[in-house]
C-alpha cells in the first residue's frame, strides 16, 4: 500500500561541480549534490549526493544518500543507501544502512551496516 520513496538518479541539483573543476576545500549542502570534477576536502550533505564516473574526491563522504560512479579516497557514510556502479572504486571505510554494488565495482575497506533503530537514535540527538 505505502512504498519508501525510490531513490531518484534523475533528480535536479542544487550544486554541480563540473567535470574541469576542481574544488579545494570542505562542502556542505542541504540538497542535492553532483561532482563529475575533482575535490579535494570533505563532503557534507544532508540530501542525495551523486559522484559522476570522472569524478574524484579525496576526503570523507557524508549524505543521505549516494550513487557512487567515480572514485573515493576517504571515509564514507550514508544514511540511506549506498550504489556503487560498475565503474566505481571506493578506498576506504563505508557505513551504511544499505549497500548495493554493481559487477565491476571495487570496495577496499571495511563496510559497517547501520540499522533503522540505529538511524532514528542518531537524527534524535
Do not use: P, W
Request: aromatic fraction near 6%; glycine fraction near 12%; charged fraction near 25%.
Amino acid at each position: 500500500m505505502f512504498k519508501k520513496k525510490a531513490f531518484d538518479a534523475s533528480a535536479t541539483f542544487d550544486t554541480l561541480i563540473g567535470v574541469n573543476s576542481i574544488f579545494e576545500g570542505n562542502l556542505q549542502s542541504e540538497g542535492t549534490v553532483r561532482v563529475d570534477g575533482t575535490l579535494k576536502g570533505d563532503l557534507k550533505i544532508n540530501g542525495d549526493l551523486f559522484i559522476g564516473d570522472k569524478a574524484v574526491v579525496k576526503g570523507n563522504v557524508y549524505a543521505k544518500n549516494i550513487i557512487l560512479s567515480g572514485m573515493v579516497e576517504g571515509n564514507l557514510q550514508a544514511d540511506g543507501t549506498l550504489k556503487l556502479l560498475s565503474s566505481a572504486k571506493m578506498i576506504g571505510d563505508i557505513i551504511v544502512h544499505s549497500f548495493v554494488a554493481d559487477e565491476g565495482g571495487m570496495f577496499n575497506g571495511k563496510c559497517s551496516m547501520k540499522e533503522a533503530s540505529e538511524q532514528k537514535n542518531a537524527k534524535n540527538t
